[in-house]
């Protein structure tokens, strides 16, 4: 006899009359509802007016999620490109499958733009966006619960996670718990936002390295995350392709937060674009940060 186990959802789709309401769109769509609000809170810490934050968004949001999606797709081209797949379903966003790695890329070439158009600066910004987009990746990782979709191996811990026999990946016998590799995402995502709030007040980091070290908090979780679980994905080698990219980048941003920390070890005292600016070339003709 199991103890205890955590259960899966149900269902992952409602209805409002024709109108169908996933959860995996609804976590996404909360996730970003909570980084804009606590941006735009930090923001306005930093100097900044809470209403550029939503301007900025606009740019950053849509091509976020164009470049998690293409990511996804070419990192996982066979269940649309390959034997039997259907290409039409790499425009199906609601179904899953949003790869993190092209979300932030493309997203910050959005909120970039975002940050130009409105004079702002976008390390400030990425500094102040930092903890939100871990706890929007925290609460987006319950569409992948509702899913029944990314979870690890089998186990025998009281925590283990449930799953339908319709979900059950094959050669496992129905009631077989697995790792509930979204909970321990979504709990290491928000330890990983309290602690750069932490460090972010106590240390007064700027000039983008809060972003930087939110790029080391997430990519060292999914490190040993991506190391648990049992979804099909691209091999190189004994590795999954997004342990190599978590690897990678993690090396990465150690390298940028430390180079960025020597060059500006003050934070910028304003968040306009011309004034910050202004600020480095003083620093790279006198050495001095304000």
Same mark, same amino acid.
């Given at each position: 006899?199991?103890?205890? /186990?955590?259960? *899966?959802? @149900?269902?992952?789709?409602?209805? #409002?009359? &024709?109108?169908? =309401?996933? $959860?995996? +769109?609804?976590?996404?769509?909360?996730?970003?509802?909570?980084?804009?609000?606590?941006?735009?809170?930090?923001?306005?810490?930093?100097?900044?007016?809470?209403?550029?934050?939503?301007?900025?968004?606009?740019?950053?949001?849509?091509?976020?999620?164009?470049?998690?999606?293409?990511?996804?797709?070419?990192?996982?081209?066979?269940?649309?490109?390959?034997?039997?797949?259907?290409?039409?379903?790499?425009?199906?966003?609601?179904?899953?499958?949003?790869?993190?790695?092209?979300?932030?890329?493309?997203?910050?070439?959005?909120?970039?733009?975002?940050?130009?158009? /409105?004079?702002? *600066?976008? @390390?400030?910004?990425?500094?102040? #966006?930092? &903890?939100?987009? =871990?706890? $929007?990746? +925290?609460?987006?990782?319950?569409?992948?619960?509702?899913?029944?979709?990314?979870?690890?191996?089998?186990?025998?811990?009281?925590?283990?996670?449930?799953?339908?026999?319709?979900?059950?990946?094959?050669?496992?016998?129905?009631?077989?718990?697995?790792?509930?590799?979204?909970?321990?995402?979504?709990?290491?995502?928000?330890?990983?936002?309290?602690?750069?709030?932490?460090?972010?007040?106590?240390?007064?980091?700027?000039?983008?390295?809060?972003?930087?070290?939110?790029?080391?908090?997430?990519?060292?979780?999914?490190?040993?995350?991506?190391?648990?679980?049992?979804?099909?994905?691209?091999?190189?080698?004994?590795?999954?392709?997004?342990?190599?990219?978590?690897?990678?980048?993690?090396?990465?941003?150690?390298?940028?937060?430390?180079?960025?920390?020597?060059?500006?070890?003050?934070?910028?005292?304003?968040?306009?674009?011309?004034?910050?600016?202004?600020?480095?070339?003083?620093?790279?003709?006198?050495?001095?940060?304000?």
């Amino acid at each position: 006899m199991i103890p205890a /186990a955590i259960p *899966s959802p @149900p269902q992952a789709v409602w209805y #409002l009359g &024709p109108v169908p =309401l996933r $959860a995996y +769109a609804l976590a996404i769509l909360a996730g970003i509802v909570v980084a804009v609000l606590m941006t735009q809170r930090r923001w306005k810490e930093r100097g900044g007016d809470p209403e550029q934050v939503l301007d900025i968004v606009f740019w950053a949001v849509p091509f976020g999620i164009v470049g998690g999606r293409l990511y996804h797709v070419v990192t996982s081209p066979e269940a649309y490109f390959g034997a039997g797949g259907d290409p039409v379903r790499a425009l199906y966003i609601w179904e899953g499958g949003l790869g993190i790695w092209g979300a932030v890329a493309l997203g910050a070439v959005g909120a970039y733009i975002g940050c130009r158009r /409105a004079g702002v *600066s976008f @390390p400030v910004f990425a500094d102040a #966006l930092a &903890p939100g987009l =871990l706890v $929007a990746q +925290a609460i987006g990782r319950l569409g992948n619960w509702f899913n029944q979709e990314l979870f690890g191996g089998a186990t025998t811990l009281p925590w283990g996670l449930r799953i339908d026999e319709a979900h059950l990946p094959a050669g496992y016998e129905p009631g077989t718990l697995f790792h509930p590799t979204f909970l321990y995402e979504l709990l290491w995502n928000l330890a990983g936002a309290a602690l750069i709030i932490y460090l972010d007040r106590r240390l007064r980091l700027g000039h983008g390295r809060a972003f930087w070290l939110y790029v080391i908090v997430y990519t060292t979780g999914r490190l040993w995350i991506e190391l648990v679980r049992i979804d099909p994905a691209e091999m190189i080698g004994p590795f999954r392709l997004n342990v190599w990219t978590s690897i990678l980048v993690l090396l990465g941003a150690l390298v940028a937060f430390v180079v960025v920390g020597r060059r500006h070890p003050g934070r910028e005292t304003t968040p306009l674009l011309r004034e910050t600016e202004t600020q480095d070339d003083e620093v790279a003709e006198h050495g001095t940060a304000r």
